[in-house]
């Protein structure tokens, strides 16, 4: 392999790695927004369903409020993927 395709080869990657650079910590907020979203949303409903049966004289479900993960339970997940 010559120097100008090596050359070529090297700035070509270096375009798909500045893509990916930008495009991955785009994707990964987003996913972030519509999990906070979509637990904001979850709580909503079981307010509402606890409030009904209450309405409707039953024992109200249990409500586990969803958290964002620690850090530390982010790492955590790694090391069990090994």
Do not use: N, W
């Not at 906070?36 to 009904?52: C, D, E, K």
């Not at 249990?62 to 339970?73: F, G």
């Amino acid at each position: 392999m010559t120097y100008v395709e090596l050359d070529r080869r090297v700035t070509k990657l270096e375009g798909r790695v500045s893509d990916i650079e930008y495009t991955m910590p785009r994707d990964i907020r987003g996913v972030r927004i519509y999990s906070t979203r979509l637990g904001s949303q979850m709580i909503t409903m079981a307010h509402g369903i606890a409030a009904i049966m209450v309405h409707l004289g039953l024992e109200p479900i249990q409500i586990e409020e969803v958290r964002y993960p620690t850090d530390a339970e982010i790492d955590e997940s790694f090391e069990a993927d090994c």
